[in-house]
């Protein structure tokens, strides 16, 4: 019996230590913003919002009808000049216009889509940047074996550009059993413990391997940007992550820089970690950010200001 309890524990922390890190605290939570000082320098600013956003729930899993006009009611009332989106889907027709109703009724004027799967002729999924300044250039940053995509806008926002990178990296891809698992962690018995163990462990490490060729990926092409940048997206991968440290090295990351509190983006049940980010480059600064705790999507949205001080614009 003894024995038994410490082994179910193990696997418990086991599990955490996965998904966090032992050394991630400070990553996930902030007490006060890293950086308080407020430069005063002139420069544009503009708002950025990254958002998983389940598909608009097209499903009902929210077992709410309304999810999605709240959806649109919450991006209206917080008016960023920038929205990407991931898990997106635009139906034809008629049937759930999700683009037409983001352009005519938010104040975006222009948009950047990439589908990734053609359902018959009326249902589209993929991934999206819409934006209130021009998008003068597109590009699409293919990962192999894979539904998941990068894509890159070039926005120009008055006299200066900026690359905004929108990306969904490697889902984890849990089956049911695997979420029944993780749910029961406390009250299940020795062998399923075991057996669930290794499905939650074999998916995790499969995503991570593919997570680490699509980080490379996606550092390839931001290195080649000549303009300041944003990436924002599902990174699917916590603070503690390869992806994470990877990408951090040369970008800020907004939550660590100007965030409060607690930085999770996805829960469930008991477990709340933070995959979501928007990181930007040194050319740029951040004002501030913050992860409106809104339950429209199995994901939070996160919002930043950022500002594009007066001599930037390519980077020479």
């Known amino acids: 019996m003894f024995w038994a309890v410490i082994r179910k524990y193990y696997l418990i922390?086991?599990?955490?230590?996965?998904?966090?890190?032992?050394?991630?605290?400070?990553?996930?939570?902030?007490?006060?913003?890293?950086?308080?000082?407020?430069?005063?320098?002139?420069?544009?600013?503009?708002?950025?919002?990254?958002?998983?956003?389940?598909?608009?729930?097209?499903?009902?899993?929210?077992?709410?009808?309304?999810?999605?006009?709240?959806?649109?009611?919450f991006i209206r009332s917080e008016n960023p000049n920038i929205a990407c989106f991931q898990e997106y889907y635009n139906g034809k027709k008629n049937f759930y216009p999700v683009h037409d109703s983001l352009m005519m009724n938010q104040n975006f004027r222009y948009a950047h889509v990439y589908y990734t799967d053609n359902i018959g002729v009326l249902q589209r999924f993929g991934i999206a940047t819409y934006s209130t300044y021009p998008i003068v250039n597109k590009g699409i940053i293919r990962f192999p074996n894979t539904r998941n995509v990068s894509i890159y806008s070039d926005i120009k926002i008055k006299n200066d550009t900026i690359r905004v990178f929108n990306c969904h990296l490697e889902s984890i891809r849990f089956l049911p059993e695997d979420y029944n698992f993780i749910d029961s962690l406390v009250t299940q018995r020795d062998k399923p413990q075991i057996n669930g163990a290794k499905g939650v462990k074999k998916r995790l490490e499969n995503a991570f391997k593919k997570r680490a060729v699509q980080t490379h990926l996606l550092t390839e092409q931001i290195?080649?940007?000549?303009?300041?940048?944003?990436?924002?997206?599902?990174?699917?991968?916590?603070?503690?992550?390869?992806?994470?440290?990877?990408?951090?090295?040369?970008?800020?990351?907004?939550?660590?820089?100007?965030?409060?509190?607690?930085?999770?983006?996805?829960?469930?049940?008991?477990?709340?970690?933070?995959?979501?980010?928007?990181?930007?480059?040194?050319?740029?600064?951040?004002?501030?950010?913050?992860?409106?705790?809104?339950?429209?999507?199995?994901?939070?949205?996160?919002?930043?200001?950022?500002?594009?001080?007066?001599?930037?614009?390519?980077?020479?």
């Open 13 to 73: 922390f086991s599990l955490i230590a996965l998904l966090f890190g032992y050394n991630s605290l400070n990553n996930n939570f902030q007490f006060l913003p890293k950086n308080t000082y407020v430069d005063t320098v002139p420069g544009i600013t503009f708002k950025v919002m990254s958002y998983n956003v389940h598909i608009f729930d097209l499903y009902r899993w929210s077992k709410k009808g309304e999810t999605r006009d709240k959806m649109f009611e």
């Open 223 to 316: 290195v080649k940007s000549p303009y300041p940048i944003v990436l924002a997206g599902d990174f699917n991968d916590p603070p503690s992550s390869y992806t994470y440290t990877h990408l951090t090295e040369s970008l800020n990351d907004s939550f660590v820089e100007k965030g409060k509190g607690k930085g999770a983006t996805f829960s469930r049940n008991i477990f709340a970690y933070r995959i979501d980010y928007i990181l930007y480059s040194k050319h740029l600064q951040c004002i501030d950010f913050y992860v409106p705790k809104v339950d429209y999507s199995d994901h939070f949205p996160i919002i930043g200001n950022y500002k594009i001080h007066a001599k930037n614009n390519k980077i020479k």
